[in-house]
């Protein structure tokens, strides 16, 4: 628990005050977020999620952002990881500032730097567990690069998926999957790129109890073993407990 | 390549886009076997209409005439120099042809064209389609013997033939007369003239043979054969054979001969024979071919069943009356023998020419200068060597003929522009319509393809979450519907060519269906129907179907590029 008081107080150091662009960042810090703002409309209406969001997150941590439903702790996912864009504020990733970079540098982030985890698990149906794990290298690459690394990329998805207990099922389509399996098979496919920050999106959410707790187990290994930063969101206050730091969501402003 | 591999796995998932294209299939299958069959029919029209017009004709304008052919002949040579194979000259002439069938006389109009027979078979394709077999080899103006082979008797045998009953009917119609006379006779004398009053008449009963007419009798005279038959001994115009081998009979000096004023050869008609004079046995008049269609006409036979009559066959004589050239015209006829038949297939050629020997024509015409015995034509008929540009000629020599104003140069095409212009405009239409229908399944397409990005935003989101481009997304869409253009083309165009390959085949199997031909020789005047592939044809059709394909998926990959990701991972 002395992890979670450090981590509340933290991100209170930087108020309001201090958003600007010499703002103290923590030498540690592999993220860090200030003054983030985000709205959705809804027709005319505006209806505000993240209303002055400032938080670091650090390397090598398993950080786990808790809220209620409607707190606006997806939203925050989204923005760390680049699929959206803020109202206000500045996410920074190793020092450099990422929600004003171009759509190409941002997809090349999503792409190499990020590992992202939904909850419901997003797979894509046409293509087998293999071919799943393999499609951020796709993207990577071009055609040719793709072909001539096929064999290497193929060897490392196999020792992923057997790494998180799918070495049997590579031929399977995602229909042929239970939802731990195919959560198993998200993980495997966040890791292909080896990512620096793995962001999970209620990965636990759509499972049972027992899937649930496999995949955690799987995660919290992972960051001990490939020294990996976590950063996973839920609103499940059980699983907080294994995070070396919890950050609190609620209405849209960290606690 | 995660595109290609989508692409490429949406394609094997989706059935339902594969209906999509069954229309580009469709439209793609049509586009080839109307094109190939079109393409089939307009080189044999092409071929036909070429038939007997040369490649490039110098006319006199207004039906005058050329008087000096050698010298135009000798200058055209010059002009056009190496591209040069062959020519040769006509004379044209409109003319009414007349002749009996069944003892009905019946008369058509019809192009004369006066044809040189050794060089108008070189510069036009003339001789292929004669019905004679020896004819087809070497064209003359004779009748032959034999080689007629579509038809059951002709030639020399049948003109025999009709001339032995023709004598044979006369003179039964002779003996007739004959057999009538005497019974008559027998009945006047057995039947005495009455008076009114019933006394027997006096004169004939007094003088019981018959009034007898006599004539003042006209100043004696020997008739000069040779003056009452002109022939003229022309060695060089083979075609007069038939006059010039005949032998008048020689009458005896001295003789004294009556001449009838009613009838000026009665007083012949016993000493010579005229069979000796032109014997339709032996002998024929110049010859002519006349058009297959002028003869012919279509009838039904007993069972209902279309057949072809021939009106004329060869060996039969007809009646050709025409005008004469220069500025006095006047009606000339005469008699020709009908020694094959002109049989294109292409009716308007069928059924209005007529060819005779040039020097026929130009004799019987007054064409003939008297002094130098130059005949004048009214056409120059030229045909380029294979390969030679027929516009870029006609122009050279519109250009460098002396008087070429005076004179209509044109090529074959020129002539036919009209009906060609039409061809061609019909398949014009034909393809846009055609492209029509592949346009209908871009829409088709397009339709699939919208709910094909709604039904896959979902994982659009998933993709750009993992670092997919917009651009990329695009073209995962935009490859698959090529790769559906492409799937839809590639069967079209196997089942198009498929289609061409056994196009009688499918025709009789249609017919069979319907009981019904649907491709009657008969009409077509061709045994099979044509068709030609044409590579490139198939190529562009196959580019434009793919494009289309391709056009109508540029609008649901750009929603689909344009989808938020986070929107479109919210989406469940």
């Given at each position: 628990m002395s992890d979670l008081a450090m981590s509340t107080t933290k991100p209170t150091r930087?108020?309001?005050?201090?958003?600007?662009?010499?703002i103290r960042i923590a030498k540690n810090a592999v993220m860090s977020v200030a003054g983030l703002k985000k709205s959705y409309f809804k027709g005319q209406l505006e209806v505000p999620v993240l209303k002055g969001v400032d938080l670091e997150i650090n390397t090598g941590d398993f950080t786990t952002i808790i809220g209620q439903s409607g707190s606006g702790k997806s939203t925050l996912l989204h923005l760390l990881g680049t699929l959206d864009a803020p109202d206000a504020g500045e996410i920074y990733f190793n020092e450099q500032r990422i929600d004003v970079l171009p759509s190409r540098k941002k997809e090349a982030l999503r792409n190499s730097e990020f590992g992202m985890i939904f909850q419901f698990y997003h797979l894509l149906p046409e293509l087998t567990t293999l071919e799943n794990v393999l499609v951020p290298k796709m993207v990577q690459d071009g055609f040719f690069t793709y072909l001539y690394n096929k064999r290497e990329y193929k060897r490392k998805a196999t020792e992923l998926l057997e790494m998180v207990g799918m070495g049997h099922r590579l031929r399977h389509k995602p229909n042929e999957l239970s939802g731990g399996e195919m959560q198993r098979t998200a993980i495997a496919r966040s890791l292909i790129s080896e990512p620096s920050v793995l962001l999970a999106d209620e990965p636990t959410g759509n499972l049972d109890s027992e899937n649930g707790k496999e995949v955690l187990d799987t995660l919290t290994a992972l960051r001990k073993n490939e020294n990996l930063t976590v950063v996973m969101v839920t609103h499940d206050e059980s699983l907080a407990d294994k995070s070396d730091k919890v950050i609190r969501l609620v209405n849209g402003v960290v606690e | 390549m995660y595109k290609l591999l989508l692409s490429w796995r949406y394609l094997r998932t989706r059935f339902i886009a594969l209906a999509s294209i069954v229309s580009v299939t469709l439209g793609v299958a049509t586009l080839i076997v109307v094109n190939s069959v079109m393409a089939g029919f307009v080189d044999q029209m092409k071929n036909r209409l070429h038939g007997i017009l040369s490649d490039i004709e110098i006319e006199a304008p207004l039906m005058s005439d050329i008087p000096d052919p050698e010298l135009h002949a000798d200058v055209v040579r010059q002009i056009i120099g190496d591209d040069l194979q062959d020519l040769t000259c006509v004379v044209r002439s409109h003319a009414l042809l007349s002749f009996e069938f069944h003892g009905r006389p019946w008369t058509q109009h019809v192009i004369l064209l006066g044809i040189d027979d050794e060089t108008f078979g070189k510069v036009t394709d003339f001789e292929p389609y004669l019905t004679n077999e020896i004819k087809k080899e070497r064209f003359n103006f004779t009748l032959e013997e034999t080689g007629y082979t579509r038809f059951d008797r002709a030639g020399w045998p049948y003109r025999r033939e009709k001339a032995q009953s023709k004598r044979d009917f006369d003179r039964m119609m002779r003996e007739h007369d004959q057999l009538y006379n005497q019974a008559a006779q027998q009945y006047v004398d057995n039947h005495p003239l009455q008076q009114p009053d019933g006394s027997p008449a006096t004169q004939s009963a007094q003088n019981n043979e018959p009034v007898k007419f006599e004539f003042a009798p006209l100043p004696a005279m020997t008739p000069n054969i040779n003056n009452a038959f002109p022939v003229e001994?022309?060695?060089?115009?083979?075609?007069d054979l038939a006059e010039n081998q005949t032998q008048p009979p020689q009458h005896l000096p001295g003789q004294t001969v009556m001449m009838s004023?009613?009838?000026?050869?009665a007083h012949l008609r016993?000493?010579?024979?005229l069979e000796d004079l032109f014997d339709p046995m032996r002998d024929q008049h110049a010859g002519i071919v006349l058009g297959m269609a002028i003869s012919e006409k279509k009838s039904l036979d007993e069972d209902g069943n279309p057949i072809d009559v021939h009106m004329l066959l060869p060996g039969d004589d007809v009646q050709m009356m025409f005008l004469s050239a220069g500025q006095q015209m006047r009606a000339v006829s005469e008699e020709f023998t009908v020694v094959d038949f002109y049989s294109s297939n292409m009716h308007e050629y069928d059924s209005s020419f007529a060819f005779v020997p040039l020097s026929k024509l130009q004799k019987l015409r007054g064409m003939v200068d008297p002094l130098s015995k130059v005949g004048s034509v009214s056409a120059i008929q030229i045909k380029l060597k294979a390969g030679a540009d027929l516009d870029a000629v006609r122009d050279k020599l519109k250009a460098e003929?002396?008087?070429?104003?005076y004179y209509d140069i044109r090529t074959w095409q020129d002539t036919q522009r009209p009906l060609l212009s039409a061809v061609q405009l019909e398949l014009t239409i034909l393809n846009i319509l055609l492209f029509l229908i592949i346009a209908v399944a871009g829409f088709g397409i397009l339709a699939t393809f919208f709910m094909i990005v709604v039904e896959k935003t979902r994982d659009i989101g998933i993709l750009k979450a993992l670092g997919a481009p917009s651009g990329g997304v695009m073209s995962i869409f935009l490859g698959y519907g090529m790769s559906l253009g492409i799937v839809g083309t590639g069967v079209g165009i196997v089942l198009g060519l498929v289609f061409v390959n056994y196009i009688n085949q499918v025709a009789d199997l249609v017919g069979w269906l319907t009981g019904r031909e649907v491709f009657d020789p008969q009409f077509y005047f061709f045994s099979e129907i044509p068709t030609i592939v044409s590579p490139t044809m198939v190529l562009l059709v196959a580019l434009g179907a793919i494009m289309i394909a391709v056009l109508a998926s540029v609008l649901p990959a750009l929603r689909a590029a344009r989808l938020h990701p986070v929107e479109a991972l919210r989406y469940e």
């Open positions: 930087s108020s309001k005050s201090s958003i600007s662009s010499n | 001994n022309d060695p060089s115009d083979a075609n004023p009613f009838d000026p050869h016993d000493k010579v024979n003929f002396p008087g070429a104003e």
